[in-house]
C-alpha cells in the first residue's frame, strides 16, 4: 500500500511540474517594438524597429526614412550597445535593415528598456529608440 501511495503522489508531483513549466516554454516569447526619432544632426529622420525573441532564435527590423543627406553611405545599427549591422541608405533616402539568428546571423539579446541607434560611419547620431513590449 505504501509503495502505491509513493507512485501515486510521484505522479501526481510529475505531472504538477509539468503543468508548471509548460507555460514558461511559451513565455519564452518576446516582442518589442519602437519608433525611432531623428536626432539633431538628421531631425526629420523617423522610423521604427521590431525585436523578437523566442526559443528559436532572436530577429530585429530597422526601417529608418528622411534620410536623404545619407543617400548612397551606409549607417551602423547598434541593438543594446552591439554593432548589428550596416545599412546601405537607399537613393530616395530609406534604410531598411533586418537580421535573423535563424539564418546564422548575429543578434544581441534585448529586452524591453533597451535601446536601438542608428549612426553614421562617423558615429554621429541618426536615430534612436528604446524598446518596450509590443502590445497586440
Known amino acids: 500500500m505504501r509503495a502505491l501511495r509513493r507512485h501515486f503522489v510521484a505522479a501526481i508531483l510529475f ?3 509539468f503543468a508548471v513549466t509548460a507555460p514558461a516554454a511559451q ?12 536626432s539633431t544632426h538628421f531631425p526629420n529622420a523617423q522610423g ?3 525585436y523578437d525573441r523566442s526559443n528559436e532564435g532572436r530577429e530585429v527590423e530597422v526601417r ?17 550597445g552591439h554593432k548589428v549591422g550596416r545599412i546601405l541608405v537607399s537613393s530616395v533616402g530609406v534604410a531598411h535593415h533586418e537580421r535573423d539568428t535563424e539564418d546564422g546571423q548575429k543578434v544581441p ?8 541607434k542608428v549612426r553614421t560611419p ?3 547620431l541618426v536615430a534612436k529608440g528604446t524598446y518596450h513590449l509590443e502590445v497586440d
Open 48 to 50: 521604427f524597429s521590431e
Open 64 to 80: 529608418v526614412t528622411h534620410l536623404s543627406k545619407l543617400a548612397g553611405k551606409r549607417v551602423k545599427v547598434i541593438v543594446n
Open 27 to 38: 513565455a519564452a516569447e518576446v516582442d518589442l517594438f519602437t519608433h525611432m526619432a531623428g
Open 109 to 116: 539579446f534585448a529586452s524591453a528598456g533597451d535601446k536601438i
Open 122 to 124: 562617423g558615429g554621429t
Open 15 to 17: 505531472v504538477f511540474a
